[in-house]
């Protein structure tokens, strides 16, 4: 059985950094793309960036814009999102996923992603 668990969001004030993180069972994240979601309130999920299967490539929203790192510690089976500068808009809840497909190499679908975890409240305060 697969299993994603976010962990790491809370409250932080606006310039601040946060890591989350999504630790797998059932699953080795370094042989599937894992992506990072997050849904405001009132919005839908959007994409925020993924890391390649075996690969340190990343690729990311635009909204992003340098602010934020993806990266996997393969001996923990965990992916992480690194958050920096955060802003209140930033604030959601974000939630990993990960996809077994191969092609296309980034997708920014959530109907490309096999499993989702439960999700962690992000909130920034400005």
């Known amino acids: 059985q697969v299993q994603l668990v976010e962990s790491g969001g809370r409250l932080v004030q606006a310039g601040d950094s946060l890591t989350l993180s999504c630790a797998a069972s059932?699953?080795?994240?370094?042989?599937?793309?894992m992506g990072w979601f997050r849904r405001a309130p009132g919005k839908e999920r959007d994409f925020v960036g993924g890391?390649?299967?075996?690969?340190?490539?990343?690729n990311f929203a635009d909204f992003v814009q340098g602010r934020f790192t993806i990266y996997r510690d393969n001996a923990k089976n965990t992916a992480y999102l690194q958050m920096n500068n955060l802003r209140p808009e930033d604030s959601a809840v974000y939630y990993c996923?990960?996809?077994?497909?191969?092609?296309?190499?980034?997708?920014?679908?959530?109907?490309?992603?096999?499993?989702w975890g439960q999700g962690t409240q992000v909130t920034v305060s400005s």
């Open positions: 996923a990960s996809r077994a497909a191969t092609w296309p190499l980034y997708s920014s679908d959530v109907h490309d992603y096999n499993y």
């Open positions: 059932g699953l080795t994240v370094s042989n599937h793309y």
């Open positions: 890391i390649l299967r075996n690969s340190d490539s990343t």
